[in-house]
């Protein structure tokens, strides 16, 4: 039992640690991109990134669950493998389809965003098979403990992408190379991650409706954190010139930082959580730690950004993206209240109360309507974010209390 525990630690630390390199290596791909490219062509990268990123967001629902599924045995240990191949096979063709579509609409979407060439939405539509089926193989290596493997996807996911991505920038290949880049990373972050084929004695319907019950919750938690992420920078894509949407992209890219340096306290707290669950132990205890944690950092980013904004931005993009740096300060607030109130909503998932996806996808589609409605100017995208992100937290904070009070 001592012995796999300590393999179960030491791997969260391997997957913590290619997780958070992952994060690490999208800014330095960013910041690189952004100083050699003018902030037009910026604004088609990042809408790249972050047409990657909300599937990122799914894939790592798909990983959860893949991963719950095969650690807590539901399935026969000899054929998870199997399974986990016939839900990856599933998530790819869902991607086929989407992409297929998406590239049918090309001419149509260009013109919505705006876009200086076709190679940033080409990109997505193609990687996001590649990725949705990442996210189940991840979830196998998690959950059977295979997590040096699965340090490597991530890794490797990260090097190629800095490699192949940044470096065709500094090259001068501009957006496609950029956006080349990222597609290849994602190809081969799906090669080293799929489960190889086995029995199909666990393909049978009863356990294939176990893995969809499961993943249900995880994905509308993640769902909704990907829409309050990147929905901005998709709106400001569709209505400000290119030069402002990269921009705010930039400002975007540095004030999402908080939530993804907090990220990892979230993801540690998410097992002690689910174990203090399951034996009656002091579950709110933990979960105000973690949201208190994460406040505080997001307090210090938050002093620090209203601090010193042109001086951060002119560090880490370069001057020609200072004209909306004195929205890196609110930015940081939205987006901290935010990490806070993620932290509670996954903890609360953690703890058995699979309602907490379905308010994190309520939060999702407050802020894409009302971006959607409200888009004058950056400034009033990033305080009407701001003022949601203030009141989600508020509704998350109470929701507890409301419902014992509803209770009978």
């Keep these: 039992m001592t012995t796999t525990v300590t393999r179960r ?43 990657l990123l909300l599937a990122g967001f799914v894939t790592v629902g798909l990983q959860i669950a893949t ?8 399935v026969d240990p000899s054929h998870a ?5 016939w839900f990856s096979r599933v998530g790819f063709r869902a991607g086929v389809v989407v992409g297929v579509i998406g590239i049918a609409l090309l001419p149509v979407l260009n013109r919505a965003f705006d876009t200086g060439s076709s190679a940033p939405l080409l990109g997505v539509m193609v990687a996001l098979p590649f990725a949705l089926a990442t996210g189940v193989g991840r979830g196998w290596l998690q959950g059977s403990d295979r997590f040096g493997r699965l340090a490597v996807s991530f890794q490797a996911e990260m090097v190629v992408r800095l490699g192949l991505g940044a470096g065709a920038v500094l090259l001068g290949h501009g957006v496609a190379g950029a956006v080349g880049g990222l597609v290849a990373s994602v190809m081969v972050a799906a090669a080293i991650s799929l489960p190889p084929a086995g029995s199909t004695a666990a393909l049978d319907p009863v356990r294939r409706r176990t893995l969809v019950m499961t993943v249900g919750p995880s994905l509308m938690l993640l769902a909704g954190e990907a829409l309050i992420n990147h929905v901005d920078t998709i709106v400001a894509k569709a209505v400000f010139d290119p030069a402002t949407a990269g921009q705010f992209a930039a400002i975007a890219l540095l004030g999402r930082s908080v939530f993804f340096v907090t990220w990892p306290v979230s993801m540690l707290a998410f097992p002690a959580v ?16 973690a949201a208190g944690i994460v406040a505080a950092i997001g307090v210090a980013a938050v002093a620090v950004g209203f601090a010193a904004p042109d001086l951060i931005v002119g560090l880490a993009l370069g001057g020609e993206y200072v004209g909306l740096s004195h929205l890196l300060g609110p930015y ?22 699979e309602r907490a996806g379905a308010v994190a996808v309520g939060g999702g589609v407050a802020v894409t309507l009302a971006l959607g409605v409200f888009h004058p100017s950056p400034e009033a995208v990033v305080w009407l974010q701001v003022g949601i992100m203030a009141a989600f937290l508020c509704v998350v904070c109470a929701w507890p209390r409301l419902r014992r009070g509803a209770t009978p």
Excluded: C, K, Q
């Design 9 to 51: 630690s030491r791997g969260s630390i391997w997957f913590l640690a290619g997780s958070v390199a992952v994060h690490a290596g999208n800014y330095a791909f960013n910041v690189v991109v952004a100083h050699r490219l003018a902030p037009a062509e910026y604004s088609d990268v990042a809408l790249a990134v972050s047409g």
């Design 67 to 74: 991963a719950r599924l095969v650690a807590t045995g539901d």
């Design 81 to 85: 493998a199997s399974l986990a191949r």
């Design 274 to 289: 689910a174990s203090a669950a399951a034996v009656g132990g002091p579950v709110d205890r933990i979960t105000r730690l």
């Design 332 to 353: 940081l607030a939205a987006t901290g209240l935010f990490a806070v109130t993620s932290t509670l909503l996954s903890l609360r998932l953690a703890g058995g109360d």
